[in-house]
C-alpha cells in the first residue's frame, strides 16, 4: 500500500467511516476507492480534494495529504 492510500485509509477508518460512505460523497464507485486505499494507483489532485471535503477535513490534514501524493508521485519517475 502506498502512503498515500495508507493515509486516505487510516483517516476515513479513524473517523469511522465506511468505504462506501465516503465514496458516495466523493461521487465514485466503492472499488474506485479501494484501488486508492490498497494503493493500485495513485488519486489525482483534484480526487484527494473531494475525498478531502468528503471526510470533511481541516486545511492542515488537506495539505498533507496532498504533499505526501506529490512525494509519491515524484519517486515513481
Known amino acids: 500500500m502506498g502512503n498515500t492510500g495508507n493515509f486516505m485509509k487510516s483517516t476515513r477508518t479513524r473517523l469511522g467511516l465506511t468505504s462506501s460512505v ?12 479501494t484501488k486508492w486505499e490498497i494503493g493500485t494507483s495513485l488519486p489525482s489532485v483534484d480526487v484527494l480534494q473531494r475525498w478531502s ?11 498533507a495529504v496532498l504533499t505526501i501524493r506529490r512525494w509519491e508521485s515524484i519517486s515513481d519517475k
Open 22 to 33: 465516503v465514496a458516495d460523497e466523493m461521487g465514485f464507485s466503492r472499488s474506485s476507492l
Open 53 to 63: 471535503t468528503a471526510l470533511k477535513l481541516g486545511s492542515e490534514t488537506r495539505s
